[in-house]
């Protein structure tokens, strides 16, 4: 039997990417439902910073669940396209930061910092390293790949979550309080 540093992290995987797999799909019904609802102007520009990333961050869940999923008899591809990936989040991740400071849809508080910007910042290092690392020694960097697929897949349910009762509280008609007399 060929074992590989992948060996035994396949049932992980499944879970993760197939979750992630639903939630991008899941993304795609709520966006088509809230489009429906009353904008603002500046919406475009909270999109990109607060909606757009979690698809971004669940297709790259979905990604490294492939890649490990994938019959490979080695790990320097899969170390090079950890690493990739990790580099190119980082890159988003500020991209995705300089959005929630420029849009002026909505006020980010120290929750939305740390699930839109620093969250998906330490995942996609951690991928990074873990990338690079495995170069070195391919059986520990496993669980980093791991903890940042895990974690960004955690991110972008939080975020969606988030998105979504913002939309619904924020467009919903104010209602009466109970108990208020009617006259």
């Known amino acids: 039997m060929d074992t590989t540093p992948f060996t035994g992290w396949e049932n992980f995987y499944v879970i993760v990417g197939s979750s992630a797999g639903a939630l991008i799909g899941l993304q795609f019904v709520v966006m088509a439902l ?4 009353p904008h ?11 909606a757009t990333p979690n698809v971004v961050h669940f297709g790259a869940v979905l990604f490294l669940s492939a890649v490990v999923c994938a019959p490979w008899h080695g790990v320097g591809v899969p170390g090079l396209m950890f690493g990739t990936l990790g580099l190119c989040g ?5 991209i995705v930061t ?28 951690t991928l990074a390293l873990s990338g690079y690392a495995s170069r070195i020694r391919a059986y520990w960097p496993m669980f980093g790949v791991g903890a940042a697929a895990l974690l960004l897949l955690f991110v972008g349910i939080h975020n969606a979550w988030d998105a979504v009762t913002y939309h ?12 208020s007399a009617h006259d």
């Not at 300089?98 to 290092?125: G, K, V």
């Open 98 to 125: 300089r959005r929630m400071r420029t849009q002026t849809a909505y006020r980010p508080e120290f929750e939305d910092w740390l699930f839109h910007s620093m969250l998906p910042f330490a995942a996609y290092a």
């Open 40 to 50: 603002q102007q500046s919406g475009a520009q909270a999109g990109n910073a607060f």
């Open 90 to 94: 980082i890159g988003y991740s500020l």
């Open 168 to 179: 619904v509280y924020s467009s919903s008609p104010k209602r009466e309080e109970s108990g």
């Open 34 to 37: 809230v489009a429906n609802l």
